[in-house]
């Protein structure tokens, strides 16, 4: 890539072969169940926007972070398109509460939520305990539905994370 942007075509030609395989595996990780053609189809859409975007690549970091993230926001562009939503069932924040009592190990409820931020406790316990809405909090927080879903996801991940003994 810096041999390509100092204006090098043979190299930048060489570079997108290389790369396409990679950027493939990562977008049919991304996409985890989408058919080959919707694989193909963001591949596809990563190569142009490495192209158009190559200028934004930082040349003293690494450069496979920087494609990963240029394949997996182009997967996120193409489930969008599909309909796909990222939403979460409020149902499974039950199982993963149920998942965090394996046997002997009782969670102390306020040990937990005082591991999450402000909003994320107020999310989780508004529609853990209190048995919320994703609208009525988002209303309450002045947040989109949506961002409370995802709020809650993400919480919901720390906590089982905190649980499961990793502690990040």
Known sequence: MRAALSGDQE???????????HLRTVARRSLSVSA????????????????????????????????NAVVYHKAIDALRRKGHRGEVEIDSATDIAAAALDGDRAIDVETALASLDERQRLIVEQMSIQGRTAAEVGSALDMSESAVRVALHRALKRLARRFNGSNS
């Open 36 to 67: 080959a053609a919707d694989v193909e189809d963001v591949v596809q859409d990563a190569l142009l926007a490495i192209h158009l975007k190559r200028a934004s690549w930082d040349a003293t970091r690494p450069i496979a972070p920087w494609l």
């Open 11 to 21: 190299a930048y030609q060489q570079l997108l072969v290389a790369i396409t395989p």
